[in-house]
């Protein structure tokens, strides 16, 4: 067990390699030189920095190195130093920006994949069972419905509902008079009346997609002959299906963690744009459109390495759901 | 076929009792045939199917089935409520007669908020009428004309159907021309994706070993990373000189070059089933070679699933357009795609004066995914026929 | 015909339906039949028959859409049939009363908890065993399967063991709850033929020593007949035949019946068409293997250094084959010999030796040693017949492109002329030309497998290897496709390498037979010689544990075992 926990982990290096290349690379792509783009966002911003700074900058950074110095640099400050860059909109080390921000993103879509899950779980089972039953046709409308709106557009429109039928202001993380305000219970509602919506949000998009997962696969399982066996022995339909079946269909509902939290992330970082929330996405946005490359950097980087720890996480879950694994 | 003694019990060597005796047609019948009769008893993915078709005709004949251009703008119609359809007129004397119309408006100004306010006037009647004339356009730049399909039957008029928006634009027309940008952005955008995914998903899956592995470890890392910040981040350095036919192919690469790791797993995890297959290796034993091999023997068994795919990554495509235009980053006026379109819909107080700007475009862009959706779901099922 | 006044269980007048969409289809119909105490009945038929049905209907187990539509199952005082067929009144039947052994032990368990587990689980829901109980009693199951060091293997898992042990795991769970009826549905037809004789013999001597009423279904006349006391046959749903072993072997009434035993008993000697034939030429090695081997697994570790270890899958095996002559090669699961097969065309690369082909006396060449071109002229001559006759044929050509492909990927012929050629072999092989229009999916499996031959006989080859070729059919049907083989023999005057688990299958069918076992070939020999008096001890335990299809002379249950002390290398 210790040994495929090691091996995951060696695994992951090669592909944050990776991951860390193409951001990169992303970051670099806006034409011009960089160093150019560089002192004329500084002077654009007004963030008047003198000649010193710009060369102590340019020497840190490499900025009129080629790209592949650049890169070093890049890397070397991260993984040594824990110096992502520095902002040149904010006039800040990119550092101090970004880590309560992916704390939050972090909270809300781990909050968003235990949604998921919760309500997938039950609905798939259910589907699969009672295949092309009244309640089955009803689940996967809904759930088809769920995968077709795009994430921004149920943002806008939950947005929408909440002002015109319940008077609620919904943008941001609190209301203004809580902003501030010391943490009470009454701010903790208000934290909740506001997340709810990005929360259900993102899990309505997944968690179609889930509940076809866990139906085809169950659905699969159920015709298997081990099934047959188990109701020979004189078990109850219910303890049958839950012991046997749905154990193993647990298998690739887990491992679909892989690509649902890149795009739980994803929905995230939309979402939190719409709704003006404290989080990654509209930062990431803005430093994009103003080519503060440092930073843009930094999320895109880390944002990608907090999916591949989620996948981690799957597939330990997997190793400990299923022996066959454990044994390759 | 049997010679033996002679016996009243039919050769238990017919085909198997379960199925029904094949008729004819099944017998001869070719694997499109039968994907095409097991499709058919989706009845939901063959109304989709006449759905997703008539959104392209809709595309195609965008600039005669609008009753405006997309960029006529009147100022003194700013935020109109949509004036809908009506198919009864009510005359004054309380007469009833039937006839195409939409209500006309009553315009107040209010000096001091500077505001418009439209409140409708149902003696205010508009008569709606099909082939009428109204603005001039070119159609493809081919041949220029002013016959709109439908549209109000005194040219002077002006009707709002679902609206206008905040520089007094049609939004019903804006719409339609939106809809010939962003359903063709899938097509182009799947057609790269699926020539990418098929060519290296089939070269990983039959050739395996090394050139297996590299790729499946690029298809990990892609697949892995959060695909909206990587379309912002690649959307975002397009330079804003750029003009808007080239913006447009952009942003299809950049949406296609995400999209095509899915199709190469799914093409290499088939063909690396098929590779096991006897007769595949009975091709081989007749003497196929490796190309006729791929193409003769192991092509044809995945086609009808790669159509799925195709058809289930379409919405995707489409909606990463929609994303990244309502950003800001991906097209822009005065280029029109739904996503553009959302753009006018972005925040709570255009929202809550305006709220056709968002039910719209956005239940244009839900029918369509919806549609490809349940399109590929049928497709997807059907594409095996084989497995009863 | 025992003293016992009442049978276990009473089967009356049973119907099982599916509802299709086009239709309703019996499954069964109007079977009855007894199962008394400390009797087993052998519930016999083909493929298709409803023999499975049957037992599943017996603890109402037919999923929708089947349904036990009349009759009665008359279970002590219980009509079964007239149980919901989900509900406590079923589940206390299930697994306490009536226990049930399935085919395939590997799907039948389950794949992610330990046998200890599941066992437990019986005693648990019927005994109402605490733990500690529970899993002392599992133990004694286990010894009593004959499973070697149950304290340990109790928390294996099922993947961890052979099919045999595994399907020993299944008795113990079938016997966990003390019942009065087994059901044992096809317990051995995954096994080998050594395991087979083993797992009967366990069977039958813990059924007597309860006292317990057993039903065997099984395609099996041999299991038949030197394990049941009782047989009923089945054909098409309906029971033709029932009755006491001696009186159905031997004073059979149904035509079906006499059928289903002169094809098995067929496979009991050579061919008669064999008998007559004598060759015109003086024979030659047509092929020439020699020390040939593959090693599987052996790779190269991380740092690409070669590291030892990996599965001799063939081992220095050396054979020759004459022209004009049947060679059989027969062995269990594991022996080699689909490797074996695969090696000669190369379709798996060999790890040594060598592949001798002379297509006429002098000439010679080495597969081994050719290169593409080469190789691909020696498949013209040497050609293959697989043993699935499902997925052999690719099921989006018609049966035309299918057999046409060889001729034209070699140029052959096309257009016309191909589908001349093709009609002509679909001639040869008993197939009526004009299907050659069809799909796969419109023929039977014996019909497929004569495609396959087709196909193999399209380039006019010299050798015919044969890899399983009739173990996938019903045995009607395969000592009609086994008389084809022969009449294409000695019309095409072809040599045949006929790989086989069957040993029935070989000795009908084959000049001479090398019986392999753990990647080598342990006899090899005339084939009358080695199927009725062998030498090697294995080769003779192998024999002696195919069951023989008829109740007066018992061979499986006269059987000698291999043991594995004994390794003497068999003389070429």
Redesign the interface.
Known sequence: MAGYILRRLLYMIPTLIGMSLISFVIIQLPPGDFLTSVVSAIAESGKGLDQASIDRLTAQYGLDQPIYIQYWRWITGILLRGDFGWSFDWGQPVSRLIWDRLGITLIVSTLSLILIWAIALPIGIFSAVKRYSLGDHIFTFLGFVGLAIPTFILALLLMYVSFAYFGQNVGGLFSPDYETAPWSLAKFWDLCRHLWIPIVVIAVSSTAALIRVMRANLSDELSKPYVVTARAKGLSEFTLIMRYPVRIALNPFISTIGWVLPSLISGVTITAIVLNLPMAGPLLLRSLVSQDMYLAGAFILLLSALTLIGTLISDILLALLDPRIRFQ | ??D?PV???P????????V?A?GAD??????WRLVAWRFRRHRLAVVSLYLVVMLYLIGIFAEFLAPYSTDTTRPQYTYAPPQGIGFIIHKANGDRSFGLHASGYDITVDEVAMRRSFTPNREKVMPLGFFVRGDDYRFWGLFDSNIHLFGPTNPGEVVYILGSDRLGRDVLSRLIYATRISMSIGLVGVAISLFLGIFLGSISGYYGGMTDTLIQ??I???????????W???A??I?LSWPPTQVYFTVIAIVSLLGWTALAREVRGRFFSLRG???V????????GEM?IIFR?ML??ITSHILAMVTLAI?AMI?AE??LS????GLKPPVVSWGVL?QD??N?RA??SA?WL?LWP?LA??VA??AF??LGDGLRDAADP?DN | MTTDATPTLSVRNLTVQFALRHGVFNAVQDASFDLWPGRTLGLVGESGSGKSVTARALMQLVDPPGSIAGGKILFGDTDIAQLPRRGPAIRKIRGARIGMIFQEPMSSLSPVHTVGAQIVEVLRLHLKLDRKQARARTIELLKLVEMPDPERNIDRFTFEFSGGMRQRVMIAMALAGNPDLLIADEPTTALDVTTQAEVLDLIRRIQRERGMSMLLITHDMGVVAEVADDVAVMFRGRIVESGPVDQVFHQTTHPYTRRLLSSVLKLERAAEIKQQAASAIAPWPILKVRKIGITFGAGRNAFGARTTGGVRAVDNVSFDLMAGESLGIVGESGSGKTTLGRLMLRIVEPSAGSIEYAPHAGTSVDIRALNKAGLRDVYRQIRFVFQDPFSSLNPRMNVRQIVGEPLRINRIASGAALSHRVGALLDMVGLDPETMERYPHAFSGGQRQRIGIARALALDPKILIADEATSALDVSIRSQILDLLLDLQQRLCLSFIFISHDIGVVRYFCDRVAVMRQGTIVEIGDAETICTSPSHPYTRALISAVPYPDPRTPRMNLRTRFTETITEKASE
């Open positions: 076929m049997t033996g016996i009243t019990i050769s238990a060597d017919a085909a198997p009792q379960l029904p094949l099944t017998a001869v019948a070719s694997q470890r690029v990990e890392v892609v697949s892995a990373m959060p695909t909206i910040p990587l912002m981040g690649l975002a350095a330079p297959e006897d007769f290796t009975a091709a081989r034993l007749d003497g196929a006729r023997h044809p068994s919405p909606i929609t994303s309502f950003l800001g980053i959302l819909a972005q709570l929202i809550s709220p968002l956005s862009v839900m995914v919806l959706n349940f084989y």
